[in-house]
């Protein structure tokens, strides 16, 4: 059933919406993407642009209701997840597709000790025999680099800094040796020091298990920093997408171009943070148009009358703006 | 986990002080003189004035609370004043009785509400849901000796399937375990609901949680995530409420063992009462006191048992 050929995981014109007693919202509105075997992709954008409902709707960890998936498909090798059986979807979640999540303060489970809920994982996805179940454990916390892993392996989730229960987390993820890690924002919670011996950790784990890692991530230097390509998410929708290159060298979409300059540089004197100007418009209020058109600085009558499709603009370089290329805002 | 164990306990010394002290000073104020209950209606007031004194009754009160306190201490809780058996002869007849009512309560309204709230829990909003609720709520405000009438009334009298009166033997006769049925029912029902309601808000709560998620991305199944990672975690108040209840389940057990004849330390106490047998009544309200004090340090040791984080 394995397709050497197609690539690794395939998202088509995803949509997933949440019904709430004001009416139902979409949360994820026509997002494609690919990632290739051993790549790592990012996903950016600002809070509530939907990157963490696409990674949620990946591993198929939506609750439904009040979620919904109204379209598109998740193909992985091949096969479409959203037309898959519970039982086979749940044998690749924690089996072949990991998950990281945000809050390693909240995300293991205060009662267990971190071997048992290591344990649990291996169990689920056929280690049946304890003992070598308990090897393995402390194996991947030793993978992990959690110092004296035969120790700690009895530890309570209490016991462990921020910092070690994250990499509790990635060896949890990395349990049953999956192809595909998803990391969301794993080192927002982490102060600057653990966040960049997290990334190192991810980055030598990827190229030592050969598993492709989807990024979901606010921060364009955690971008620059791991990925091969990039996704730029907007209230819902994929705005530009290009390898890593391609974007910090020429990017193109306003929205994009607005992050960059928000990023505080070393090399410029300036007293105050650029930002982009207004808000994301409400789900419940989406424009017409391009949704970025009421923040845009470039925007015509064009932009707020109708959507802009995602452009191939140059070699694996997408962009979702009736106005590109464009390559500087007049600043 | 010892540390924890002696920590309560030695907590439960200035209680137990506290409740003697209480105890001591009720009797003070009930009407009544204990010298002319002893003594009986016959008696002259020469008599009675001579009990008085053997009895120590006309000294100062805290005399007679230090006193008394001596005598507890040496295990001494006086003699009845109506059958002259010493009252901790009366009080250990009536131990077992009371005991195997609250255990035989605890033992089925616990796991069957934690049941109840579990699949409430899990199906909330629906029909389930709100079948379970109202059985809850029933069970919250029905008063036990009108549920434990109808029982009898249905169970006992019309179908005939269970006694309802006394306590032929111990649980693990025949005669004695269908005994035990209907008492134990109607005490029973007295936890069910708050148990099942706690435990549905608890476990609804630990599933919304983070780790939940993470529980949900490791591939387990829907089952497991439930029992292992909701119910487990919910547990914890749970157990509390159990504990907080447990004032609860002692007055219903004086209840239910006088609506059921059951020779306990419940029937036994409104025995006393109502014939104003000071001696015994003092030490069923002190017995009563250690068997709350016994369920919360229970309570206590499971939940650091459950816990990991509370334990030292």
Same mark, same amino acid.
């Given at each position: ?23 139902a ?38 609750p ?12 992985f ?29 909240t ?45 700690r ?13 994250q ?27 653990i ?137 | ?28 104020l ?6 002319q209950v ?21 000294r ?29 002869e ?91 049925? #209907?008492?134990? @029912?109607?005490? *029973?029902?007295? !936890?069910? +609901?708050? =148990?099942?309601?706690? $435990?549905?808000? /608890? ?37 509390? #409420?159990?504990? @907080?209840?447990? *004032?609860?389940? !002692?007055? +219903?057990? =004086?209840?239910?063992? $006088?609506?059921? /004849? ?32 016994t ?7 499971l ?10």
């Open positions: 059933m394995q397709d050497q050929h197609s690539p690794l995981l395939e998202v088509e014109d995803l949509r997933i919406e949440f019904r709430t007693e004001g009416g919202f979409r949360a994820v509105d026509g997002v494609s993407f690919t990632v290739e075997r051993g790549k790592t992709l990012g996903i950016v954008g600002e809070s509530g642009c939907g990157k963490s409902v696409t990674s949620l709707g990946i591993m198929g960890l939506i439904q209701p009040p979620g919904r998936y109204v379209g598109g498909s998740i193909k090798e091949g096969r479409d997840l959203l037309t898959m059986s519970a039982k086979e979807r749940r044998s690749l979640r924690g089996g072949r597709m990991g998950m990281i999540f945000q809050e390693p303060m995300s293991l489970n205060p009662v267990y000790t971190i071997g048992h809920q290591i344990i649990e994982g291996l169990r689920a996805h056929g280690m049946r025999d304890r003992a070598k179940a308990r090897k393995r454990a402390i194996e991947l916390l030793d993978l992990v680099r959690l110092p004296s892993p035969a120790e392996v009895d530890d309570f989730p209490h016991q462990l800094s921020g910092g070690q229960r990499r509790v987390m990635i060896a949890l993820a990395l349990a049953n040796e999956p192809d595909l890690l998803i990391a969301d924002e794993p080192t927002t919670a982490l102060d600057v020091t966040q960049a011996q997290i990334l190192d950790l991810l980055r030598d784990l990827s190229t030592r298990t050969g598993a492709a890692i989807v990024m979901i991530t606010h921060d364009l230097g955690v971008v620059a920093e791991t990925c091969d390509d990039v996704v730029v998410m907007y209230a819902g929708r994929v705005v530009e997408r290009a390898p890593v290159a391609a974007l910090f060298s020429g990017p193109m979409h306003p929205y994009t171009l607005g992050l960059m300059a928000a990023v505080p540089r070393i090399d410029t004197r300036s007293d105050r943070l650029e930002t982009i100007p207004g808000t994301v418009p409400p789900p419940w209020a989406m424009p017409e148009g391009c949704r970025f058109a009421s923040r845009c600085p470039l925007a015509t009558d064009q932009c707020r009358a109708s959507q802009p499709p995602l452009r191939e603009m140059g070699t694996g370089h997408l962009v979702a703006c009736w106005r590109a290329p464009i390559e500087e805002i007049a600043a | 986990m010892l540390k924890t164990v002696l920590d309560r306990l030695a907590l439960s010394v200035p209680v137990l002080l506290g409740v003697l002290l209480f105890g001591f000073l009720l009797l003070q009930v009407p009544g003189d204990p010298a002893m003594a009986g209606p016959t008696a002259t007031p020469d008599v009675v004035e001579a009990i008085r004194r053997d009895m120590g009754l006309d100062p009160l805290l005399v007679q609370f230090w006193a008394y306190l001596e005598r507890v201490a040496h295990g001494d809780f006086g003699r009845s004043m109506i059958s002259n058996k010493a009252v901790t009366e009080l250990g007849a009536a131990i077992g009785p009371t005991v195997e009512l609250m255990l035989g309560s605890l033992l089925w309204s616990v796991p069957v509400g934690i049941a109840m709230g579990t699949l409430a829990a899990v199906t909330r909003g629906t029909w389930i849901d709100r079948g379970i609720m109202a059985i809850s709520v029933a069970g919250v405000s029905l008063p036990i000796f009108f549920v434990s009438l109808l029982l009898i009334q249905y169970l006992g009298v019309v179908l005939r399937w269970f006694p309802f009166i006394g306590r032929p033997g111990p649980w693990y006769t025949a005669e004695g375990f269908m005994a035990l049925f #209907l008492p134990a @029912l109607s005490l *029973g029902l007295i !936890l069910i +609901g708050p =148990v099942a309601r706690m $435990t549905r808000s /608890s476990v609804l709560e630990v599933l919304s949680l983070d780790h939940v998620r993470t529980a949900r991305a490791k591939g387990l199944s829907e089952m497991r995530v439930t029992l292992a990672h909701g119910l487990r975690n919910a547990l914890i108040p749970v157990v509390t #409420l159990i504990g @907080l209840q447990a *004032g609860y389940l !002692l007055g +219903g057990a =004086v209840v239910t063992e $006088t609506i059921f /004849s059951w020779p306990g330390v419940g029937r036994l106490a409104v025995g006393a009462i109502l014939s104003s047998d000071f001696t015994v009544a003092q030490g069923a309200v002190l017995l009563f006191a250690l068997g709350f004090i369920i919360n340090l229970i309570v206590d040791i939940y650091s048992l459950l816990d990991p984080r509370v334990r030292k």
